[in-house]
């Protein structure tokens, strides 16, 4: 019957074809609030088991197409210069693409030589595509051979927060992805929420889970109410 259709559609859709040809495997694809899974790989800082390296810090795990391409070179060399904003975050950043560690090893001097700056995070080498597959970053109708540009923001706990998609074409927004963790870290902190385009500093909301009353004790300066959903108050320290 037609919920026989719509079971096995739904079924259809979740098999892809592996990056490996001939086989077809099914991909279940990761969501916001799952644990990050594990792997030991090679890096450019030596094997590492990447629960154990995180530790109890966020994490930036995010994949490049491929080593020696510019927009690449310009991404790895912008996470290097800004990585003291990263670490007084409390955050930890480490790449990956399914180049070779001697591919990843020569290529660090040409990020140095053009952007000013040593590679002072790990770099995956995951020429298995272990990760890639773990994580879902080979999108075979956009290349099937490499990964694509994606972003994964992991908490403490080892839960997914963020999860970004980048055309090969397109180079990241590195102010975005500092924005998000300082959002998250500041609601997960607190009961607000922020608003469209929001910067460190400005307003914020408060969570609509919290009452009026509980508001008061949290917020005694007051607030903004624009409609009963909508109370706009000034970031909590």
């Known amino acids: 019957g037609n919920s026989y259709w719509i079971s096995s559609c739904l079924i259809l859709s979740r098999v892809e074809a592996s990056t490996k040809p001939g086989v077809i495997q099914l991909v279940m694809t990761l969501q916001l609030g799952e644990i990050a899974p594990d792997f030991t790989v090679d890096s450019t800082e030596g094997t590492l088991s990447f629960h154990e ?6 994490a930036v795990l995010f994949s490049h197409p491929a080593d020696y391409t510019p927009v690449c070179t310009t991404e790895l060399g912008a ?9 007084k975050r409390g955050v930890k950043l480490i790449g990956v693409s399914v180049d070779p560690l001697e591919s990843h090893t ?27 597959e773990l994580y879902g970053m080979i999108h075979p ?6 990964t694509v540009r994606t972003v994964f923001i ?63 004790e949290r917020f005694p300066e007051g607030w903004d109410e624009k409609t009963p959903y909508l109370r706009v108050v000034r970031q909590p320290k």
């Open 106 to 132: 020569g290529w660090a001097k040409d990020i140095e030589a053009t952007q000013g700056t040593d590679l002072n995070y790990p770099l995956i080498a995951d020429e298995d595509q272990v990760v890639a």
């Open 154 to 216: 992991i908490d403490p706990s080892k839960k997914i927060r963020l999860m970004l998609t980048y055309p090969p074409s397109t180079g990241r927004n590195i102010d975005e992805i500092v924005r998000v963790i300082d959002s998250l870290q500041l609601t997960d902190a607190h009961k607000v929420a922020t608003p469209v385009n929001w910067q460190t500093g400005e307003d914020v909301i408060i969570a609509p889970s919290v009452s009026n009353e509980e508001a008061k």
């Open 79 to 87: 996470f290097a210069k800004r990585k003291s904003e990263f670490d």
């Open 141 to 146: 109708k956009a290349d099937p051979k490499v």
């Open 53 to 58: 390296w995180l530790g109890d810090s966020w």
